[in-house]
């Protein structure tokens, strides 16, 4: 079964930093992409940042210069590092993949729990 379990949200000061972590379990983590979205209170799920099995990184221009993704292979793990924050950077977090646990499965997109981040001005 794929699971991915984020960690690490929590309440900040304007200005401050957090890690979040997803650790992956159920595929073949090294040889997929990985995401991270954030999902404000009413508002739609936004892509923040991507990193590729290559190690190729792209970022919201939201995020740009504040946000670092990176990816551990060895513990399953992506991470987000993020700082600088502001309130507009309160959302829940969420990891996600597209992949297929064999195969023998079909492609699907997978998601994690979510994990909140607050920012308070």
């Known amino acids: 079964q794929v699971q991915l379990v984020e960690s690490g949200g929590g309440l900040v000061q304007t200005g401050g930093s957090l890690r979040l972590s997803c650790v992956a379990s159920?595929?073949?983590?090294?040889?997929?992409?990985m995401y991270w979205y954030r999902q404000a209170p009413g508002e739609q799920r936004d892509l923040v940042a991507t990193i590729t099995r290559d190690l190729s990184t792209n970022y919201a221009d939201s995020v740009e210069g504040r946000f670092t993704i990176s990816r551990d292979n060895a513990k399953n793990t992506v991470y987000l590092q993020m700082s600088s924050l502001s309130p507009e950077d309160t959302a829940v977090y969420f990891c996600s993949t597209y992949a297929r646990k064999n195969v023998l499965a079909k492609y699907q997109n997978y998601w994690g729990q979510g994990t909140q981040v607050t920012v308070s001005s």
């Open positions: 159920g595929f073949t983590f090294g040889i997929y992409d």
